[in-house]
């Protein structure tokens, strides 16, 4: 004998979730409209009027330019060590037993579980006691130390889920431990490490806290932001960054949801 | 062995190339040979660099902490002292520590009621499509911009706002007014008070709870849910007995991320907030405008601490399973 299995969920819980989901993506949308507002000096709705005016404004700025060139060079540095020390890390876990296995775990997870200001005075207070003045090296030095973690989660994962004796056969046909890495390991973790990849890339491209201590003078895009935000100089300008850089992080996660789709768990809850 | 005898007569010529010889050769054996060499030589460049990079600034932060600075000339006396220590435990610093661990609590009791019903949600009714659809609405604003979610917060609480309008429009203004009026959580406007602070909080760090949750509510088995309607079980006595039980690790799993992320943050007061102190921005402020990386340094052994202790607890509650 079977219970009736109810399909339909209560309706109050229905309520709930949709609230809850409409907390999370309403206040998204409204920087999508304030974008558009003709209102300069107040965050007055609803919007007296409409334009594209502030578009063409924001192209033309200079300062825009020089923080989102910084935070792509950053970020694409960042996320290319991420990438190689994560992918080692995560063979050298999934491949062998050893002493210690544990806590490379732990260690590789750290820098994101600290709140990320420890992070940031750490890594500002080592620079001063080093005398490393600061420089762009010095914001890649923090990106990429917390940007390990997503690549390894993801590389974790999709090694669980290769199989072993794949290696042992490619072994076995004559291939050397180059071949085997390039014509076997590497096209089973590709999609894996593009996923990683790109979150990396969205997560020091998106990066504030660390970078507010080791940037110096320098500003990214999150620093500009964080800058117009306590001293605001252009509202409607701010307004249209802020909506580009919605739509810049959200195309890496889109592509890497469908890159990892497929039994994989994307690192999500590892952020 | 008949149909296969053909094929090896053949001859067919291996897909690569045999192995070479030459230094590439040797590297592979040795690689072969010895796997511990080829470990070894796989975990140095990241543990070289988490050791060096991370480990040894941690370090060097918690050494600073054991300095002090002479408060006349403003500088640092590299000496062991607990003096610093001892200057986190006056009246105004404490009452940061205390402001700052009721607000990270009240941030993680809501967020964990606002995404239980989400999470259940996605877990148990969402199938196919939806459940796809359910995970990216997660996904899109856990990642999306950590300051275009807080600027959006003070477009909406600013006074001229969307929120006043709302409000005024369903004829709610004087519960906002009479809110803004209590001590403690009101202020001149929402952007500008400690619930405005608690709203841009629960809301940066929400999908943080979601996802570990439903990863709980995911291994419940659902016939548990329908046995205990059948023993004649009210849904509230099945919440109460079952599935919040069951899905305890999970919301202990995402109260670390809520906690520790907002025990560290001091961004979103600076921006969203009074001009109280929070544990982040005295940091901030210490080692900045202060100057006093020793104190600051301490003030970041707090977190440290609590997070330490709530791990240790959560470990004990099974939540890294959830995770």
Known sequence: MRSDRSQTAPLALKIAAGCGLAFLHLPILLIFVYA????????????????????????????????????????AISTVIALVLGTLCAAAVSRSRFFGR???????????????????IALRSAFSLAEIPFSFWTIVLGHATFCVVVVYNNAVARFRRTSASLIEASYDLGADGFQTFRYCVLPNIATALLAGGMLAFALSFDEVIVTTFTA???????????????????????????????????????LAYYLTRDGDQIAGTGK | MNRLAPVAAQGHAPVMAPSS????????????????????????????????????????????????????????????????????????????????????????????????PIAYYAARYARGRWKALFYLAVMLPLWSSYLVKVYAWKLILAKEGILTWLLGKLHLGWLLDAWLALPYVGGSSLSVSATGTFIAFVYVWLPFMILPIQAALERVPANLVEASSDLGASPGQTFRNILLPLALPGVVAGSIFTFSLTLGDYIIPQIIGTSRLFIGMAVYAQQGTAGNIPLAAAFTVVPIVIMGFYLWGAKRLGAFDAL
């Open chain 2, 21 to 116: 010889g030459g230094l590439r050769g040797a590297l592979s054996d040795l690689f072969w040979r010895r796997p511990r060499f080829l470990l070894v030589l796989m975990l140095a460049p990241p543990l070289l660099w988490l050791g060096i990079v991370y480990i040894g600034s941690l370090f060097a932060l918690l050494l600073q902490s054991f300095f002090s600075i002479d408060e006349f000339s403003g500088l640092i006396n590299r000496q062991f002292t607990l003096k610093t220590y001892g200057d986190l435990l006056q009246a105004a610093n404490v009452d940061i520590i205390v402001r700052t661990v009721v607000m990270a609590a009240l941030v993680t009791l809501a967020s964990a009621i606002i995404a239980f």
């Open chain 1, 102 to 120: 544990e806590t490379i775990s732990l260690l590789v997870i750290l820098p994101i579980a600290l709140p990320g200001i420890i992070t940031g």
């Open chain 1, 216 to 254: 110096g003078q320098q500003q990214t895009v999150p620093i500009w932001m964080l800058e117009e935000l306590i001293r605001p100089r252009q509202r409607p300008v701010t307004n249209v960054v802020a909506m580009v850089v919605v739509l810049v992080t959200f195309l890496p996660i889109l």
């Open chain 1, 36 to 75: 558009f507002t003709t209102e300069e000096k107040t965050f007055q709705w609803p919007l007296p009027g409409l334009t594209l005016q502030w578009f063409g404004i924001t192209w033309n700025r200079p300062d825009v330019w020089q923080a989102l060139s910084l935070s792509v060079r950053v970020a």
